[in-house]
């Protein structure tokens, strides 16, 4: 086996620092890696568990979920685990989660390794169960499996907000419920305070890493963190956006990059328009968050250019803080607090590469020019809090070089709004739809309530109707603020030009967006090109009027909403389909081991055989079969719809189980398997009723139907007549729980965390069988 030394230094073409080697050689845990901006953070937290994984350590989880607080750093640090992988380890697959992105690959490949890249609000969300821009149908599973074998890094976490204390509640409850696989978390920034991460359920903080006598020997290192810095206060005209342009016009040398950052995306726009007018020959480019995924793609390619001999200007606003390997020879930022201004010192004479220095002005504050500055207050300190400004105002006046060796350590007071508690996890795990249309608010555990998106994209044609293959793809869309897209919709004037729709999941059917439809983050619409509010070059604003040019080339789910494994390209009996998924789990808990499945390797594989015994009731096979000839179907090329609204074949499958005698895991892994039955058992709106009077039914079965006798592999099933006595709360006559009942006291004895985890285990067999079947009739 090489040594990392040799490892790492193949994958990066650089030999690693004392550090990451250190870290290499200690087991995977939970830990605060505190080093300076640009010493290789992403590099040490990713290529260490690479060379544990590979090397067969025990302690390595198969999946990597990095968390990121902005999505634009999302394209960046995916091409660089990419280029890493391909060169070390390329059985490893690397994923970004981003809302739009329907690639499910990972789900269905839990064995494989894999480093899944994404934001906090998608890799939060989905940690909790309520995964933003996702079918609420596949929540489980990517609850499951990112809350199990897995190792969580999150990178700049002074920039998380509430969600950083979400990870620190995840991480605890995770050691309380247990998980299948070691689930430790990585916490990193050159300016956490770890006792930040202190929570009313995480008080053991994780130890601490930090810069060794052997990284301050280091040559290359060290030159990075003596590269000179001078730091001054910019001119009172670069409070105003013109003045900044012209500021940054005039200080600007040909042959360098230039990087204005900004502390709103408003201003952003504002400066880059003028210093366009201003110098139209020298290149500019506008980073911000409000661009769709298609503008930010090119992002990273932008950076890796070489620089034109006329240099570069960039204005950007806070996304240019974390994870963005870019340095400048002139920084000009606006006041921030006093983390914020490390990072953005990070950018600037990155490497020492500049022989005389890096120069750094700072806006001592974030006016427009018509305001003075006895009126600053809370709100033209936005997005941030005035004493955080005042703060970092204090400490810059003393300070002489931005040099990282230079910075004094500062202890950060944070006080999340929001903390997660273990009730709040407990009901979230159950994912059944509210009749009223919403669910518990998890936003104020992800961001802060002035950071909360929702996400558009924008098309010549709105989807209509049931068709939601027309849902966006991962790169149509924008992140938006919430409240501006609320304030635009409410508009009487403005929300004349908007006009949108939502994908309604309870309903399978896309609706208009009015002045009273509830927004939520994460939420996704799709608004008509005509309805404007952005621009390519300059991102989103709700002032322009001019039509957008919608993304060409579009990711369709796949699938029908009703129910997207049984209308395939194939018919395939139900025999022949039951026998490949249990086939196909066989295959899966081989690959699995290590992580203490044993226990239930039986259920699962009975389960696996018997998941669609419920697809013998004879409402489903005359939708598949109306000739009723032949032998009993589990698939059909022919797309219809049953005749029941809102029947559910895994709740018939689940009723047999239980009546057959079968365990509440068997039970509810069975009903659970779509994600559309699970700790409950009840009607809907506008559900089909019984012709008799008084007869329970619940999700398209009524009491007393009767499921055909049926092959399932090697079993034979008489007939079942279904008994829906389960639905209803309390003992039943016989002294039996309720369905409720049932399921809950599953959920409290094997812990959220494990019992999803089973469920997707049980999806990804189904899923893996139907995508490659090897027995079809045609």
């Known amino acids: 086996m090489e040594t990392f030394d040799q490892f790492f230094a193949r994958a990066t073409g650089n030999p690693p620092y004392p550090y990451q080697c250190k870290l290499a050689s200690l087991p995977t845990a939970s830990r605060i ?29 198969r999946r990597l979920v990095y968390c990121l607080p902005m999505r634009v750093l999302v394209e960046q640090t995916l091409q660089l685990a990419q280029d890493w992988v391909k060169c070390v380890a390329p059985e490893v697959h690397v994923y970004a989660l981003m809302g739009g992105d329907v690639n499910v690959e990972w789900e269905v490949h839990p064995e494989r390794p894999a480093i899944l890249i994404g934001t906090q609000d998608m890799l939060l969300s989905r940690a909790l169960n309520r995964g933003y821009a996702m079918s609420r149908y596949r929540w489980p599973v990517q609850f499951g499996l990112l809350n199990n074998d897995a190792l969580w890094v999150c990178d700049e976490v002074q920039l998380m907000g509430d969600g950083l204390a979400t990870t620190a509640q995840l991480a605890a409850f995770r050691s309380r419920f247990t998980t299948f696989g070691p689930t430790p978390t990585i916490w990193m920034s050159a300016t956490l305070d770890p006792e930040m991460l202190r929570t009313v359920d995480l ?32 001119p009172e ?18 042959g360098t990059q230039t990087l204005a950052v900004v502390n709103r995306v408003a201003r952003a726009q504002a400066v880059f328009d003028e210093f366009r007018r201003l110098a139209p020959k ?52 606006d006041l921030a607090p006093w983390p914020s201004l490390v990072q953005r010192f990070g950018r600037c004479n990155r490497e020492g590469e500049q022989e005389s220095g890096g120069r750094i002005f700072w806006v001592d504050r974030p006016l427009t020019g ?48 929001h903390v997660l508690r273990r009730r709040d996890l407990i009901d979230l795990f159950d994912t059944t739809p509210d009749l009223s249309g919403y669910d518990l608010d998890i936003s104020r555990f992800i961001r802060d309530e002035n950071n909360r998106d929702v996400q558009i994209a924008w098309r010549q044609e709105l989807p209509i109707g049931g068709d939601k293959e027309s849902a966006p793809s991962s790169g149509e869309l924008c992140s938006v603020p919430i409240g501006e897209l609320a304030a635009l919709i409410k508009s009487v004037k403005s929300g004349s030009r908007l006009k949108a729709v939502t994908w309604n999941a309870l309903d399978g059917e896309w609706i208009n967006v009015r002045d009273n439809t509830p927004l939520r983050p994460g939420m996704v619409l799709v608004a008509t090109a005509n309805s404007g509010c952005y621009d390519a070059i300059r991102g989103w604003n709700v002032s322009y009027t001019k039509a957008v040019v919608p993304v060409p080339e579009m990711t369709a789910e796949q699938g029908t909403p009703d129910d997207p494994l049984t209308f395939l390209r194939y018919t395939q009996t139900l025999e022949a389909h039951s026998v490949e998924v249990r086939d196909a789990m066989q295959v899966l808990l081989e690959a699995l081991e290590g992580i203490e499945l044993d226990e239930y390797t039986e259920t699962l594989l009975n389960v696996a055989l018997r998941h669609d015994w419920g697809k013998a009731h004879p409402v489903f096979q005359m939708t598949l079969n109306p000739g009723g000839t032949g032998p009993l179907l589990a698939k059909s090329k022919v797309e219809r719809r049953h005749s029941r609204k809102y029947f559910r074949h895994e709740l018939a499958s689940a009723l047999a189980i239980l009546q057959s005698g079968g365990s509440d895991l068997a039970t509810y892994l069975t009903a659970a398997h779509h994600g559309k039955v699970r700790l409950s058992i009840r009607a809907l709106p506008n559900e089909n009723r019984p012709e008799k009077p008084g007869v329970r039914f619940a999700r398209g079965i009524h009491e007393g139907d009767i499921l055909l006798a049926a092959q399932l592999g090697e079993v034979n099933t008489l007939p079942v007549t279904l008994d829906l006595e389960p639905m209803m709360l309390g003992l039943s006559a016989r002294g039996e729980p309720s369905w409720m009942e049932r399921m809950l006291s599953l959920r409290d004895a094997l812990g959220p965390f494990r019992l999803a985890y089973l469920e997707a285990l049980i999806v990804a067999a189904d899923v893996r069988a139907s995508n490659k079947p090897t027995a079809v009739i045609s």
Request: hydrophobic letters at 40%; glycine letters at 4%; one cysteine or more.
């Open 33 to 61: 890696l505190k080093v300076p901006t640009g010493a290789g953070k992403t590099a040490a937290a990713i290529i260490p568990w690479l060379y544990r994984f590979v090397s067969g350590a025990p302690d390595a989880p």
């Open 203 to 234: 008080q053991e903080q994780p130890p601490v890493f930090e810069l060794g006598p052997d990284d301050k020997a280091n040559e290359r290192l060290w030159k990075r963190l003596e590269a000179a810095k001078s730091v001054a206060p910019a």
């Open 237 to 254: 005209e670069c409070r105003a956006p013109e003045g900044l342009a012209r500021f940054l016009a005039a200080e600007h040398k040909p």
């Open 282 to 333: 020298v290149p500019c480019r506008l980073l911000h968050s409000r661009f769709r995924s298609n503008e930010k793609k090119i992002w990273p390619d932008l950076f890796r250019e070489q620089i034109p001999s006329e240099g570069r200007v960039l204005i950007s606003t806070q996304v240019v803080e974390a994870g963005l390997d870019i340095s400048s020879a002139l920084l000009i930022t």
């Open 370 to 417: 018509k305001m003075k500055d006895e009126a600053l207050n809370e709100e033209m300190a936005r997005p941030y809090q005035l004493a955080e400004l005042k703060e970092a105002s204090d400490r810059l006046a003393r300070l002489g070089s931005a040099s990282p060796n230079d910075l004094p350590n500062h202890k950060i007071p944070y006080r999340p709004t």
